[in-house]
């Protein structure tokens, strides 16, 4: 018992020290200044989409306008940014910090100095893992505050959301106007999600960063494997082999936009991205114990 | 017989085929400065890391204060600590910070005794400052410090004073000594400076191509290879009277008006050659006890001679 007790306590003192060095960092805030520059850039091109929409041959402008007056605020401002920040942004900054966390830690020494103390080895992947997760939780609450807030600002607090269903749910879902008062249900369960599929690619950084422990390769080749992921799951054809991607379960939150949410289908999504996130942890693990440092 | 800090028996290393370490054993008393002597690339740090389980033999076992490094490593890491290769800190933290977050892994830690051991290492001015802005010979005192924390009682260094200026060396030195005295931690030094181990440490093991060639107390590894040293203006009257004389010559050194001649033997038999050498009409400028350095015994023991070309594994 005391033994669990000591070991439990090493991974809050890592885990700590790991939030101290994520926050202490300046480039810590770089993640921060890029989620404020893509929220400002949807601001500005939904703004000038809902008050200038662009003349259409079949609908009045006047129509169009008040339409996406009507549906567009705060909540279905939110759930834009989320789009285009879990597809790529968010991956990618948290990625880099994944790998500065560790593969370069491997590389200039530190990850040696840490484990010249007493911990075993998996307590620092264990820190590392648990700390990014919470930073990657940050990174999407702060977007979920200024997307929401600016949105608000701009376009109304609350209301019925309009949802791209192709966008979100593939080619046969449909468009349909979702009832304001289950939205910011909705927006807290989609930003939740995410979440858990971020935690699927910190896991993915760290076992990349274990395997080459140099800052380079252990950026470039899970960006590689990520990038390639999408494109081949975006390509036709390639039904048989999109089912194993990585990338597959990432978009789990987008379940939370169906007309009636799709618990069935997120709880395989999120077992497989489970399955994903622990497999990822434990090759990063055995490496890990198994290196010369 | 006193408590042995290291044991180590049949250490062996291999990366890939080549053999890193073939079978070191090792036997350090606790409470002493022990050297670990070598050309570069001859396998110390990689032993070192092995000892402190940061790299994990082919072959061997290890104990440390008695405990299988293996099984009981975190145990033993509680009471050990090292600067390994290079000190490799977290360099938008400050010196404080830095040891404040690692020895906490180690146990618990107070704020005094961080800033005692700082004070201890010369950096008490700098430990609010960032790591970052430090210089080497800093980070390495730091490394020092980290290596010191919380109460360690066996500390290894590697190549401690790479990197410092003549005043941090011999401060480094100092330190050394003073820790194994004062406060009877077992510090085990790596290097591949002849005079750092021989001003330091009361035992050393030289090691060659990941071999152990030698082990000994300083003091009597340097004794045991008794010289004789005669300079003389007559070089080859003495050259010829050494042929037939009952002498072994380690070595002539030529200078432009002299010789000076390295023999085996102790100093008892200085008075009866220098009878000899002036009854055969060799003038002697000086005849002396030839103080062998480490240096000496390094370059007998790995078999190389002063005459080779500098090795290019210094």
């Not at chain 1, 703004?47 to 041959?57: F, K, S």
């Not at chain 2, 380690?250 to 033997?265: A, T």
């Not at chain 2, 002697?284 to 015994?297: C, F, G, P, S, Y």
């Amino acid at each position: 018992m005391s033994k669990l007790l000591e070991k439990l306590r090493q991974i809050l003192f890592l885990t700590d020290f790991e939030l101290k060095k994520l926050f202490r960092q300046k480039q810590g805030y770089a993640g921060l200044i890029v989620i404020v520059l893509l929220v400002t850039l949807c601001a500005v091109g939904v703004y000038l989409r809902v008050y200038h929409p662009p003349h259409h041959p079949h609908v009045p402008n006047k129509f169009l306008g008040q339409m996406l007056k009507d549906l567009v605020n705060g909540v279905s401002f939110s759930l834009t940014v989320l789009l285009p920040g879990i597809y790529i942004l968010l991956p990618m900054i948290i990625g880099i910090f994944a790998a500065g966390s560790f593969a370069s830690e491997f590389q200039n020494g530190q990850v040696r100095t840490v484990s010249l103390r007493s911990v075993p080895r998996l307590s620092i992947v264990l820190a590392k893992f648990i700390s990014l997760s919470f930073y990657s939780y940050v990174l999407l609450a702060v977007m979920l505050v200024i997307s929401y807030a600016s949105g608000a600002f701009i376009f109304g607090p609350t209301g019925d959301i309009l949802v791209f269903g192709p966008a979100f749910l593939g080619k046969e879902s449909g468009i349909y106007i979702m009832d304001g008062s289950i939205a910011y249900q909705r927006l807290m369960l989609a930003y939740f999600f995410a979440g858990y599929a971020l935690i699927s690619v910190v896991a993915m950084f760290l076992m990349f960063s274990a395997i080459f422990k140099k800052m380079t390769m252990a950026v470039v080749i899970p960006m590689g494997i990520y990038f390639t992921s999408y494109i081949i799951g975006a390509l036709p054809f390639m039904e048989n082999i999109q089912r194993f991607l990585p990338t597959r379960y990432i978009m789990i939150w987008k379940y939370t936009l169906a007309q009636d949410i799709m618990w069935e289908a997120m709880l395989t999504d999120g077992i497989f991205l489970g399955l994903y996130t622990v497999s990822y942890l434990i090759i990063a693990a055995v490496i890990m114990n198994t290196s010369d440092l | 017989m006193s408590e042995l800090a290291i044991k180590a028996r049949g250490v062996k290393k291999y990366y890939g085929r080549f053999a890193a370490l073939k079978g070191i054993d090792l036997d350090v008393k606790a409470g002493v400065v022990y050297g670990f002597l070598g050309p570069n690339g001859a396998g110390k740090t990689t032993l070192i890391k092995i000892l402190l389980g940061l790299s994990i033999p082919n072959d061997g076992e290890v104990e440390i204060f008695g405990k299988d490094l293996f099984l009981e490593r975190n145990e033993i890491l509680k009471t050990v600590g090292a600067v390994v290769e290079s000190p490799a800190f977290f360099e938008y933290m400050t010196a404080y910070e830095n040891l404040y977050n690692l020895t906490r892994l180690s146990g618990w830690i107070s704020k005094e005794k961080i800033e005692e051991t700082l004070k201890l290492v010369g950096l008490d001015d700098v430990g609010k400052k960032k790591v970052g802005a430090f210089s080497y010979g800093m980070k390495q005192r730091l490394g020092i410090a980290n290596a010191l924390l919380p109460e360690n009682r066996l500390i290894f260094l590697d190549e401690p004073t790479n990197g410092l200026d003549p005043h941090g060396i011999m401060g480094v030195r100092q330190l050394i000594k003073r820790l194994c005295r004062d406060s009877g931690i077992t510090v085990f030094i790596s290097s591949h400076l002849l005079a750092e181990i021989e001003q330091v440490c009361d035992y050393v093991t030289i090691i060659d191509k990941g071999e152990k060639v030698c082990e000994d107390k300083v003091s009597e590894l340097v004794e045991k290879q008794s010289r004789i040293e005669f300079k003389t203006p007559d070089s080859a009257k003495a050259a010829e009277f050494l042929k037939t004389a009952d002498v072994e010559v380690i070595e002539e050194r030529k200078h432009h008006d002299s010789s000076v001649f390295i023999l085996k033997g102790h100093e008892t038999e200085i008075p009866e050659l220098a009878r000899k050498l002036v009854a055969s009409g060799i003038s002697i400028l000086k005849i002396a006890r030839h103080k062998d350095t480490l240096e000496d015994v390094f370059v007998e023991i790995t078999g190389k001679t002063k005459t080779d070309s500098v090795s290019d594994r210094f």
